[in-house]
T-cell receptor, first 114, second 112 residues
Framework: NAGVTQTPKFQVLKTGQSMTLQCAQDMNHEYMSWYRQDPGMGLRLIHY???????DQGEVPNGYNVSRSTTEDFPLRLLSAAPSQTSVYFCASKEGQNSNQPQHFGDGTRLSIL | EDQVTQSPEALRLQEGESSSLNCSYTVSGLRGLFWYRQDPGKGPEFLFT???AGEEKEKERLKATLTKKESFLHITAPKPEDSATYLC?????????????FGTGTKLQVIP
């Protein structure tokens, strides 16, 4: 059971470059989300999706885009990378938006912007 | 504003030395409090969910408890493999969805 799979595991970008972080889950979960984790700060929600075709902004959405064309996949796009976006990015999923069940996390993408 | 504070930031224990990690919260309408374990280079791994004051959950050497203002993660006779960062998170209703707020974690090191 793969759970939540994120690719790539590591990435280095130059300021201004764009890229897509991939996230896929095989648990048929409706709800998926993207977080960033920075030293000394808790996980912060970037964007989330409650189902295919439906996305919304979280706490820190600026500079990021998402789409949800299938239940399984929820890619995160950096439009024009900035050093402030250097972070570890985690994708998570759970059964439904209003479920009290915990989220399942991937192992993250470590992103450095030079 | 919802707040979650974990203490201590870091904890160093000798193998077998029991202790507790604290997660205090200030929220309206708690729907659930989650404990996760995070190993270096990995994503958070779910441990427990607590829903109401007085509830307790146990798993091996870990026991989580919940009051109306805080949660404790008790570690009994820890082993080196318990070394990790422990995160807590609270879930509350917010504008039609369930908002989850994470604490900054407690980094636990267990020395053989």
């Amino acid at each position: 059971n793969a759970g939540v799979t994120q690719t790539p595991k590591f990435q280095v970008l130059k300021t201004g470059q764009s890229m897509t972080l991939q996230c896929a889950q095989d648990m048929n979960h409706e709800y998926m989300s993207w977080y960033r984790q920075d030293p000394g700060m808790g996980l912060r929600l970037i964007h989330y999706s409650v189902g295919a075709g439906i996305t919304d902004q979280g706490e820190v959405p600026n500079g990021y885009n998402v789409s949800r064309s299938t239940t399984e996949d929820f890619p995160l796009r950096l439009l024009s990378a900035a050093p402030s976006q250097t972070s570890v990015y985690f994708c998570a999923s759970k059964e439904g938006q209003n479920s009290n069940q915990p989220q399942h996390f991937g192992d993250g993408t470590r992103l450095s912007i030079l | 504003e919802d707040q979650v504070t974990q203490s201590p930031e870091a904890l160093r224990l000798q193998e077998g030395e029991s202790s507790s990690l604290n997660c205090s919260y200030t929220v309206s309408g708690l729907r659930g409090l989650f404990w996760y374990r995070q190993d270096p280079g990995k994503g958070p791994e779910f441990l427990f969910t607590l829903y109401s004051a007085g509830e307790e959950k146990e798993k091996e050497r870990l026991k989580a408890t919940l009051t109306k203002k805080e949660s404790f993660l008790h570690i009994t006779a820890p082993k080196p493999e318990d070394s990790a960062t422990y995160l807590c998170a609270v879930q509350v209703p917010s504008g039609g969805y369930q908002k989850v707020t994470f604490g900054t974690g407690t980094k636990l090191q267990v020395i053989p």
